[in-house]
């Protein structure tokens, strides 16, 4: 049996497909399969460190949603209702009761969507990178790069997006900004040469948002934030744990937006540890945050190189 299934799946006529990796650890899995939901332009295949953490654990499940990856287009029209559609047709075709369920960035939309309608075929869900509130200065500089790609300056939209979904000031310390800064900036400067579509996703993404309403549904939930998130604060993040009863908060510290890859290990562990039952009190990513604290705000990109 291969350690590596990938499967081809339609959803009212769109192709989309879904990267199934077997667990590899002795004996049975220890708990439910992980489906992982990344942000807008992410793709099937950019969750190494998360696999690796998870693998010896659980079956990882990683997607190119209609829209995302090598998927096809979305149509004209909202587009959440579809997307929650595709996910469930992934769950069906995996034939499984429950899946764990991580989220992150647009994907915790998608996610959070998912445990409110299906909250029986649900585990436990980890969120992280939550964007429950957009500001207007974030939305202008989303269609601002989105005009750029339009034009066909793909170098400058891949600067422009970088420079506003990470936090470039260095008054706030974020550690491998500039590693960080320029991986965020190749990977968005091959998708925009690569992908039809991309200019759509960013404007579905800003735009379209997510329904982040909703009390506790039983699924035991833990929300995660980079210490300095330049698309929604922190603090912000911490009040809609608190509101859906998510039974833990937790900042990474030194950290924005792309927590996930300046401190790709810790939350991996941080996500294993609580699909496993584990408590995540020995991460190493735990900071009290300000109920209400100043955004981090956009960066400029001058600088980093």
Known sequence: MSDEVIRSLTVSGVPYSYRLLRHRGPGPARTEPVLVIG????????????EAALGPFADVVTTDLPGMGGAGPLPPGPSHGLLGRALEGILDDLGCARVNVFGFSYGAGLAHGLVRRSPHRVARAVLGGVPVEISDGLLRAGLDAERLLARGEAEAFAEHIAAMLLCLDERRHVTRRALAYRYVRRALLHTARHSPHLGDSVRRALTERADFSGGPTGVPTLVFSGEHDTVTS?????LFAERIGARHFLTVPDTDHWVVLERARETADLAARFFTDRSPAGAPCLRPVARDP???GLGAAAGVR
């Open 39 to 50: 942000g807008a332009l992410q793709g099937m295949g950019g969750w190494q460190q998360l």
């Open 234 to 238: 922190a603090g912000r993040q911490r």
């Open 294 to 296: 100043e955004p981090a």
